[in-house]
């Protein structure tokens, strides 16, 4: 029969699992308790979660959420998560970052959306461009053929406009001199 207080900790995961969109596991191991006191203020603003979490609770936590996946190579050694609730590449990012300045963190793979993602994916991941610079690049590619179209409907306007216009300053020319 568990303890209560594991069964209750195994409670407390899944709930902010299940409230988070993103899941981000990572190795801690090397850290000081004043680099994990950094990590976690750089991305409570980001608004997410660093949490050191033991291994087997927190397999029963994610295999209580997500029942049909495989999560053991995540849940080895020593083990962090971080709970995205807002948008998870800037948290991505965040962690990345700092792992390239830390090198005893180490990114493991991670769960966005439901998908389950590698190491080298979540890092991939960390390279894409913000949300922001992702939405222009869309509405720009969205605006530029109608620019266009707009554009090429105009032509033959101007075109009659600066060919009347040439034809009065032509007529002025020749009534200012006769």
Known sequence: MPKPEKVQKVEEMYKKMEKANAL???DFKGLTVADLFELRSKIRGLQAEYRVVKNTLALLAIKKLYPDKEFDKFFVGPTAITYCYDDPFAVIKALADYSKDH???????????GDIYTADEIKE???????????????GSIAS???SLVWSLKWPIN??????DAISKEKEKISINQ
């Not at 390279?127 to 509405?139: A, C, F, G, H």
């Not at 075109?159 to 009347?164: I, P, Y």
């Open 125 to 139: 991941m960390a390279n894409l461009p913000p949300k922001e610079v992702i939405l222009s690049q869309v509405v």
């Open 159 to 164: 075109k009659l406009v600066w060919t009347l």
């Open 145 to 147: 053929p109608l620019s």
């Open 24 to 26: 981000i596991f990572t």
């Open 103 to 113: 090198e005893a963190l180490k990114l493991k793979g991670g769960v966005v959306d």
